[in-house]
């Protein structure tokens, strides 16, 4: 089929690679004539495992290309995808004028009945605006625009897996045309009928489930699971610190309640709290819509409160051990919000750099993937070419994001570095009875110690 996809962020550019990938031959437009130029060249703005491999080899396949021009990119387009960015107003509420004016230009352009698609994150009722929208604008009489809601729930870092073998698809549709594009569109995904680029010898033992459902519904969709994924972090991270205070293990707590089947152990990892473009934003966005319903979503307000309040409290451990710290050299072992991303929006670590600046601490900083942009974001942060220079005539080492190979670090090399051998664990990803032994002091995030049980009066 012939796709158009407007906007080649993190989202355009994975939807408009896998679809590629899978046999349709996709336009990508983006009005950033730097960005175009790039992928052009055979370049990627951005880091995502997997998608520099499969943008480079659709594009020799003749099957993707890029433009800035989105006459071309609609021309003929039996789908188009909407993928522009969709930023939080100060009130938190989301910024639709860039999925307007994509709209106005579709209508403007499009030469054929053709399909809208909402890939971008946006609040419910914004299918019925991109309706109106184009009849407003539409330029050719007789031409039929259908809209549909389908949300991605790609996590960046694993985002071409996600797309190609996703847990689900939501199809929100008006009309029954819309459900039979996008069925049409995704069956080679639905039912494996690709070469998987990520695992090569992988096997679809079955369907993906499809849900159809009113366009409402499946924007609500987006908003409600991002939502309840943030809510079960901070669920984690509040038992984390009962469990640090009652000199309970988390991590044991977290794997028998997440045994039950109901509930799941993932998303359940306590530590600084969680960041990313999508998160944060999305949970204020939904707290908006819920108020325009007149619903007080004062449940997901708190989740926002507590989580920025994770690295106050990363703040206050390390003033615990190391009483003043003004003056002080900290290193931050990971900048980017999660492993396998460059992207530093919302990061943990670099609010926990800014805070730790603000008290007149040193930090120093190392990121496999993320120093560039970690730099450009926080320019106090000084940053490492490697942990270990990280972690040199530093007084704490605060681990901030679990990229794997931190695991696997020579920590005697990092302590002899070190003033004080302390290292803060905020992902609990290290192994603290093999740091303890190497004469580390050892801080996790709910790693309480078993409070010795007094002893038994005669
Ligand atoms: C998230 C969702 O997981 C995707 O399903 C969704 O498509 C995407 O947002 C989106 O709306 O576009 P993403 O932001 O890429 O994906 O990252 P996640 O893997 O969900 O992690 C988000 C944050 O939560 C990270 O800072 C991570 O460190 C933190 N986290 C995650 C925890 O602190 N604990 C956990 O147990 C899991």
Redesign the pocket.
């Known amino acids: 089929m012939r796709v158009a996809v407007i906007g080649t962020g993190?989202?355009g550019l994975v939807t408009g690679a896998c679809l590629a990938a899978v046999g349709h031959e996709v336009v990508g437009m983006d009005d950033n004539p730097a960005k175009i130029a790039v992928l052009g060249q055979g370049g990627l703005p951005i880091y995502e495992p997997h998608l520099a491999d499969l943008v480079a080899q659709t594009a020799r396949a003749g099957r993707l290309r890029f433009t800035t021009d989105v006459a071309e990119a609609v021309r003929d387009a039996a789908v188009i995808f909407i993928c522009v960015n969709t930023p939080p107003r100060p009130d938190g509420e989301a910024d639709l004028r860039f999925v307007e004016s994509a709209t106005r230009r579709v209508a403007e352009h499009a030469t054929r009945d053709t399909l809208l698609v909402e890939k971008s994150?946006v609040p419910v009722q914004t299918g019925h605006w991109i309706q109106k929208t184009l009849a407003l604008y539409a330029r050719r009489p007789g031409l039929t625009f259908d809209v549909a809601s389908n949300?991605?729930?790609?996590?960046?870092?694993?985002?071409v897996e996600?797309f190609l073998h996703p847990d689900r698809l939501v199809l929100g549709v008006a009309h029954p045309r819309a459900e039979a594009v996008l069925r049409a569109l995704y069956a080679p995904i639905v039912e494996g009928r690709f070469a998987c680029p990520v695992h090569p010898d992988c096997r679809v033992d079955r369907a993906v489930p499809v849900l159809v459902t009113d366009i409402a519904s499946a924007e609500l969709i987006?908003h409600a699971?991002?939502s309840f994924?943030?809510l079960?972090?901070t669920f984690?991270?509040a038992v984390a610190d009962v469990c640090e205070a009652a000199g309970a293990d988390i991590l044991e707590v977290v794997k028998g309640v997440g045994l039950d089947k109901r509930i799941g152990r993932?998303?359940?990892?306590?530590?600084?709290?969680?960041?990313?473009?999508?998160?944060p934003k999305?949970l204020r966005a939904f707290v908006k819509i819920a108020e325009r319903t007149g619903y007080d979503f004062t449940l997901l307000k708190e989740v926002t409160r507590l989580n920025a309040h994770r690295q106050v409290q990363v703040v206050e451990k390390l003033r615990q051990a190391l009483w003043i710290l003004q003056g002080k050299r900290i290193g931050l072992l990971g900048l980017a919000?999660?492993?396998h991303?460059d992207?530093v929006r919302?990061?943990?670590a670099l609010a926990l750099a800014r805070r730790l600046l603000d008290e007149g601490a040193a930090v120093q900083g190392y990121d496999p993937q993320a120093a560039a942009k970690a730099r450009e974001a926080v320019p106090g942060l000084t940053i490492c070419p490697d942990p270990y220079a990280a972690a040199a005539q530093a007084e704490a080492v605060v681990l901030c994001?679990?990229w794997p190979e931190f695991v696997g670090l020579d920590f005697a090399r990092l302590k002899a570095g070190m003033v004080r051998p302390l290292i803060l664990d905020g992902?609990n990803a290290l192994d603290r009875e093999a740091l303890t032994a190497l004469g580390f002091e050892y801080l996790g995030i709910g790693r309480g110690r078993p409070v010795p049980t007094p002893p038994r009066t005669p």
């Open positions: 993190y989202v994150t949300p991605e729930f790609t996590r960046e870092g694993m985002a996600d987006k699971a991002n994924l943030a079960k972090i984690a991270n993932a998303f359940l990892n306590a530590g600084l709290g969680f960041g990313g473009s999508c998160f999305d919000f999660k492993p991303t992207d919302e990061a943990p994001t679990e992902r």
